[in-house]
């Protein structure tokens, strides 16, 4: 009966060290390991989506937070932005509208043949009082997506809508810069 009790305890032990080794590796083996990436390395900002329900309303609310989110980037003065026209070249010359930009694929196609590093991905949406954006950062070589970040402000006032955009933009990229 002992020996019972004595076998019993070890096994006890043992599944007890294994499951802490377990939980541990699980841990530190599902830490994210932050990306670092050197001054230059060049940003595509592409169009934020437009989702305000109604067709018409705030028609170029998209390409206005788009700007402004792209010159808070460059301001950083770490990264090298892919200008708009350049973006919109080459999907000319692809013979692609806009549309086809809704495909992550295509997107992703697009960062490669401009020589962006990272993309910046998003949308925008004003709704019930509120401008919500949400804002994706994506690593161009891997399509995963290395952070996204999403603001929502009063519908109201413009500069709220300017402060979003640079607030997220600066989110997006905080800690992104190899010193």
């Not at 590796?25 to 109604?54: H, I, R, W």
Request: charged residues 25%; aromatic residues 8%.
């Amino acid at each position: 009966m002992i020996s019972q009790l004595k076998q019993r305890a070890m096994l006890s032990s043992r599944f007890f060290v294994r499951s802490l080794v377990f939980m541990g590796l699980l841990f530190f083996g599902c830490a994210a390991k932050q990306v670092v990436y050197e001054k230059g390395t060049s940003v595509a900002v592409l169009d934020l989506e437009n989702l305000v329900p109604m067709e018409g309303s705030y028609p170029d609310l998209s390409e206005f937070l788009t700007a402004r989110v792209a010159a808070t980037i460059k301001n950083k003065g770490y990264y090298n932005i892919v200008e708009r026209q350049r973006l919109l070249l080459v999907l000319d010359e692809l013979n692609l509208g806009t549309s086809m930009l809704a495909d992550d694929t295509t997107r992703l196609k697009l960062g490669r043949m401009v020589g962006a590093r990272l993309m910046v991905f998003g949308g925008c949406l004003v709704f019930a009082g509120q401008m919500r954006l949400d804002l994706r950062l994506v690593d161009v070589e891997t399509g995963g997506v290395m952070k996204s970040v999403e603001k929502t402000v009063s519908a109201t006032e413009l500069t709220g809508w300017l402060k979003a955009a640079e607030e997220a933009a600066n989110e997006l990229f905080m800690d992104r810069f190899n010193k």
